[in-house]
């Protein structure tokens, strides 16, 4: 399947803890096993084959190594809903959105992503069961949506399979971004969803459908097969968590 990709490196503006913390002007800049984590993910993204690469960005020196690394580089907008809906109308679909702080982002993962989410769908994300991230990751906290088929983690890989998808673009961000208040994503549902979700009885699955046809899209979650995927570097332990299993591997 032939696509392009977009990385989100979108700055908040201000000192960004992370960065400061590993000593670097923007978080996408920081270096990991000899490599920023930009230029990790771009690689990984042109390994699984993506034709073109864009970088939404506002900090010039994310955009100079976006250029140096052979992507374009794009005007970050005020979120990354708004960023992910340029870059869509900018790249066309099928796209491939990930973040640059997805260091560990390997292109089997991408490849299997693609090939597992359903041909059907306009909007796919990668997701992973609870029990695959304690399976495959060293011991770490992560944020777990709970549904009635268990606990999942986002993993920041979204597919835009249609032009459709531009309808759902900024209810599907508002989703990721009440990833840790699963209770706000089930209320745009109505009362009997959110019922369904507090006795238990929500499917992932389920919850996606329903979210989807709100803007009359199909939203479909795909499993991902390794736990790693669930892995992204947010703050100093996340940070060094990666480095060290990068410098293990």
């Not at 996408?28 to 690689?43: D, F, K, P, S, W």
């Not at 900090?59 to 907008?77: H, Q």
């Not at 990668?126 to 906290?141: K, M």
């Not at 238990?200 to 709100?214: E, I, P, S, V």
Request: proline letters at 5%.
């Amino acid at each position: 399947m032939s696509f392009n990709a977009l990385v989100l490196a979108g700055s908040r503006g201000g000192v960004d803890p992370l960065a400061d913390y590993a000593g670097v002007m923007d978080k996408a800049l920081i270096r990991i096993g000899g490599a920023t984590m930009l230029e990790r993910v771009i690689v990984a993204l042109r390994a699984a084959g993506a034709a073109r690469i864009a970088v939404s960005a506002n900090a010039p020196a994310v955009r100079a190594k976006a250029l140096r690394l052979g992507a374009e580089p794009i005007d970050a907008a005020a979120g990354p809903s708004l960023s992910t809906l340029q870059g869509l109308r900018a790249l066309g679909a099928p796209l491939l959105v990930t973040t640059a702080d997805h260091a560990l982002l390997r292109p089997e993962w991408i490849t299997d992503f693609l090939a597992d989410a359903p041909t059907d769908a306009d909007v796919a994300a990668l997701l992973a069961r609870r029990d695959t991230v304690e399976r495959d990751a060293p011991p770490t906290r992560r944020t777990y949506l709970r549904f009635a088929d268990g606990g999942w983690s986002g993993c920041n890989l979204f597919l835009l399979r249609t032009p459709a998808a531009e309808a759902a673009v900024g209810l599907w961000m508002s989703v990721e971004r009440d990833r840790k208040r699963p209770w706000r994503i089930v209320r745009r549902l109505g009362p009997g969803t959110l019922l369904l979700y507090v006795t238990g009885r929500l499917t992932l699955d389920a919850a996606l459908a329903r979210l989807g046809a709100l803007v009359g899209v199909r939203a479909a979650a795909v499993a991902a097969r390794h736990g790693l995927a669930a892995v992204d570097v947010d703050k100093p332990a996340d940070l060094d968590l990666v480095r060290g299993l990068v410098e293990r591997s």
